[in-house]
């Protein structure tokens, strides 16, 4: 089973690399027979998945064609996503911030909501690669507090659940010297499927399934989001930068404060920058205004 995922894989991108991008679903098909001709009423109410997609700008090189949607009776191809794109887009900048709000007796509800739309998911190559479980989010959908990963690991693959394993185990620890409890917090990553190998998500994952953590954030409104390692900070942020020129300051993202700190896995790899990660750590605590344990 697992060759045969590498040997699908192995086909998506040789494909890709033939320039051929299909693959690359937005949002559940949507067949011929299904779609009226739009009237102006209908244009207008566009998800706001179709909303991230669209804010994405194509390459120089696309050109769109507008075709009249004329009924038919056969069901053909789905709706297809447009060429990845490798630019990179701070969520900032992907989507102007909703105008109205989801109000905190109504954040789980809007969560569901955009579990169901993820749905047994297929926009990415990620989901033939191996991936057993999408790994949605975990935690309380009013925290102040939220914790962004790169993806899920083995652990998080079988059991659904974002910071299961030893890393997980580590997060844990970092938040309860916060003074918090897990639950209290929210913890998702950039792409839902688990990467083969633990490998870094490549663009066009990343880019495909961050319009879902965009969501998230958008609905749980955190005061302060913790982007864990290199790779979160690059597709929060947008920007391509070291580590350690993203630590140490403040950003913004969606409306919170955004903070820059090591990942749970290289923390255990180097356990000599725990007490780096601590600093950072520090500083959302005095933001928030948080006493450790210890201090309490
Ligand atoms: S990583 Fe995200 S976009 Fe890709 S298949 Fe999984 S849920 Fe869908």
């Avoid at 669209?54 to 060429?83: C, N, S």
């Avoid at 792409?191 to 998500?201: E, F, L």
């Avoid at 580590?243 to 923390?267: E, I, Q």
């Amino acid at each position: 089973m697992a060759g045969e995922a590498e040997q699908l894989r192995a086909y998506v991108e040789y494909l890709r690399d033939m320039g051929v991008h299909d693959f690359y679903r937005r949002g559940e098909p949507v067949y011929a027979e299904a779609v009226p001709v739009p009237a102006p009423a209908a244009v207008a109410a566009v998800s706001v998945v179709d909303e991230v997609a669209e804010a994405r700008p194509l390459p120089a090189k696309t050109t769109v064609v507008e075709q009249p949607v004329v009924p038919v009776a056969v069901p053909v191809r789905p709706q297809f996503l447009e060429p990845p794109i490798a630019k990179l887009v701070s969520f900032d900048d992907l989507l102007p911030l909703p105008a109205a709000r989801v109000d905190a007796a109504h954040k789980a509800e809007a969560l569901a909501e955009i579990k169901t739309e993820i749905g047994d998911c297929t926009r990415c190559p990620l989901a033939y690669a191996g991936r057993r479980t999408i790994v949605f989010g975990d935690g309380d959908a009013n925290a102040r507090l939220m914790f962004v990963g790169e993806g899920p690991g083995a652990d998080e693959d079988t059991s659904g659940i974002p910071f299961v394993g030893k890393a997980g185990q580590l997060l844990n620890n970092m938040i309860q010297a916060m003074g918090l409890k897990r639950e209290e917090v929210y913890i998702a990553n950039i792409v839902k499927c688990r990467p083969p190998a633990n490998r870094v998500p490549e663009p066009v994952e990343a880019n495909t399934c961050d319009q879902f953590l965009l969501q998230q954030i958008d609905v749980v409104q955190p005061q302060v989001i913790v982007a864990l390692g290199a790779t979160a900070a690059m597709y929060l942020l947008g920007v391509k930068q070291s580590l350690s020129a993203l630590r140490g300051r403040w950003h913004s993202c969606r409306g919170a404060k955004l903070a820059v700190t090591y990942h749970p896995a290289f923390l255990l790899r180097d356990p000599a920058m725990k007490g780096e990660a601590w600093k950072d750590l520090q500083r959302v605590m005095g933001e928030m205004g948080l006493k450790s344990p210890a201090k309490a």
